[in-house]
């Protein structure tokens, strides 16, 4: 049973003295049989109060507020976090069976979130996608398999080509995404299928052979199966989602979890840094020792009005474009 050591530093840094800031906080780790927390220690700037309360999908969520002025917010949450490896499904009951006990749920409050998808443009696209990979022989458990391969498969695994509010047809559209953006794909193809889906974030933990998103914030898939219960899926490496992964929130999509949002009164540009790192120890370990870094994620907020800001893939394809307009004059 590993225990991991987390570090997780939000820092916003504000132009101007801004004021009135409310925040929400999901930076607590899930409780449960397969994850125990030994140490949590939250420090926010300033000390506010922390209101802590569960949310309607079962999140622990802390709220603050900072009436007086300040150009810095910096949230550092330290916890370690004992994870037990869940058993892999046995898959052995009749798949009549099983499909006609998701019938039987689809119109209980419990996952009726977890079935709806919203409408998108490239939706009959990905249903086809759907229909061609499922087979007569497949049970909940394989399908979702499937679909977590398919994803893995056909999507590249490339930092900037998205934002967090990058919707479904681009994802598609652009072939390629991270793990926000794969988590939602699966979720998508699973509610297609009539099998509850869920989004997860949380963390993924170093091992040895080495894992996309390893030692940083992550996100994921989990399946509701029959007779089992909800089954972790990660479709950025293709494998169960496990005692590597640590789990903080889970909801319909990335808003259900954000780690950290808020709003404020006063300038609009601010920069964020984000850095986490992961590693191995124990609670008397010295935290800073074998930690594995997530280099900075740095987001300039600086809008204009007339112009919206770009990703790092929509300013090369705009270079791609300029360099042919001129080789064509």
């Known amino acids: 049973m590993p225990v991991f050591k987390i570090k997780h530093i939000t820092n916003y840094k504000y132009e101007t ?18 994850q125990k927390v030994i140490l949590h220690d939250l420090n926010i700037s300033n000390t506010p109060d922390v209101d ?33 490896a869940r058993p ?35 939706a009959d696209m990905l249903l086809t996608a759907c229909s061609n990979m499922r087979s007569k ?12 391969t398919y994803v893995f ?19 598609v559209g652009l072939k390629a995404g991270v793990c926000q953006d ?26 040895k052979d080495g894992m996309r998103g390893e030692g940083a914030t992550h996100a994921w898939a989990e399946a509701y199966l029959p007779d089992y219960g909800w089954l972790g899926l990660d479709p ?10 640590v789990r903080l929130a889970v909801g319909r999509d990335f808003s259900d979890c954000s780690p950290v949002k808020g709003v404020y009164k006063g300038g609009l540009s601010h920069i964020l840094e984000v850095n986490v790192s992961v590693g191995y120890g124990h609670e008397d370990d010295d935290f800073e020792a074998d930690t594995y870094f997530q280099p900075k994620e740095v987001n300039y907020n600086k809008p204009s009005v007339n112009m919206p800001v770009k990703n790092s893939y929509q300013r090369y394809m705009d270079a791609i474009s300029e360099q042919q307009q001129q080789q064509q004059q």
């Not at 009549?96 to 039987?104: D, P, R, T, V, Y």
């Not at 409050?109 to 919203?118: R, T």
Request: hydrophobic share 35%; glycine share 4%; with cysteine.
């Open 182 to 207: 794969f988590a939602h794909l699966l979720t998508t193809m699973l509610r297609f299928a009539g099998i509850p889906a869920r989004y997860v974030s949380g963390y993924i933990c170093p091992n």
């Open 236 to 245: 950025t490496n293709n494998c169960i989602a496990n005692e590597k992964h």
């Open 88 to 122: 892999i499904p046995q898959d052995d009951i009749f798949l009549k069976e099983q499909w006609g006990m998701l019938a039987n749920v689809k119109n209980d409050v419990e996952f009726i979130d977890y079935l709806k998808q919203s409408h998108f443009e490239s």
């Open 17 to 34: 003295p801004i004021r009135d800031s409310a925040n929400q906080i999901i930076l607590f780790p899930i409780k449960d049989e397969f």
């Open 52 to 84: 802590i309360f569960l949310d309607y999908y079962g999140n622990e969520v802390g709220v603050f507020t900072q009436t007086e002025p300040h150009t810095q917010l910096k949230i550092y949450s330290k916890i370690y976090v004992e994870t037990i």
């Open 137 to 148: 022989e497949d049970t909940p458990y394989k399908l979702a398999v499937k679909f977590c």
């Open 153 to 171: 498969s056909n999507f590249d695994y490339i930092k900037g080509v998205t934002t967090v509010d990058s919707t479904i047809d681009e994802i």
